[in-house]
T-cell receptor, first 115, second 115 residues
């Protein structure tokens, strides 16, 4: 059974609308992350959280807002969607915070298409 | 800046043939880079394949090997004889153990192994 659950797997949205991507991890980890990958681009880091606190934000736009209601949840709210937001969004977690010192575990991703 | 460049896919190989995926990195702001290969099998999230934290060392896992070459800033992934089950997307990544910076990934290389 997958230990990191992302919902939905696929999402189609209209330009200007708002969507929430869900991520839950059942590994007992303390750190969670969001990455995204657009076509032919690197897997790009967006946010990291540790014990539900934002630790790092590499996303320039305030349209992307992570939400952590519980330690094992890190949802991603995206407002005023644009076609350029079309990508696969990956949630990840690790025991401690820091991608080099800790092994990252990823969900299967949510593929978002904005029309 | 810090970045990772890897073989542009897709790469198609026949079963029992050898495979090499090139990865080079630029670590201008990282004093002691750590290097990683992650793999994403169809329908699953990325998972760690191997990591090397010391220049000159080799990492190995599941028949794959990669050597951290500081002189050529490379971390190529090789396997002598691939199997159909090795069909996946392979990501090279760069990390910094100083602080909690997130891993920097490449674009991923899609490998298809034909029977």
């Amino acid at each position: 059974d997958p230990k990191i659950i992302q919902k939905p797997k696929y999402l189609v949205a209209v330009t200007g609308s708002e969507k929430i991507l869900i991520c839950e991890q059942y590994l007992g980890h303390n750190a969670m992350y969001w990455y995204r990958q657009s076509a032919k681009k690197p897997l790009e880091f967006m946010f990291s959280y540790s014990y539900q606190k934002l630790m790092d934000n590499q996303t320039a736009s305030s349209r992307f807002q992570p939400q952590s209601s519980k330690k094992n949840h890190l949802d991603l709210q995206i407002t005023a969607l644009k076609p350029d937001d079309s990508a696969t969004y990956f949630c990840a977690s690790s025991q401690g915070w820091g991608g080099a010192q800790n092994t990252l575990y990823f969900g299967a991703g949510t593929r978002l298409s904005v029309l | 800046g810090d970045s990772v460049t890897q073989t542009e896919g897709p790469v198609t190989v026949s079963e029992s043939e050898s495979l090499i995926i090139n990865c080079t990195y630029s670590a201008t702001s990282i004093a002691y880079p750590n290097l990683f290969w992650y793999v994403r099998y169809p329908g699953e999230g990325l998972q760690l394949l191997l990591k090397v934290i010391t220049a000159g060392q080799k990492g190995s896992s599941r028949g794959f090997e990669a050597t951290y070459n500081k002189e050529t800033t490379s971390f190529h992934l090789q396997k002598a004889s691939v199997q159909e089950s090795d069909s996946a997307v392979y990501y090279c990544a760069l990390g910094d153990t100083q602080g909690g910076r997130a891993l920097i990934f490449g674009t991923g290389t899609t490998v298809s192994v034909s029977p």
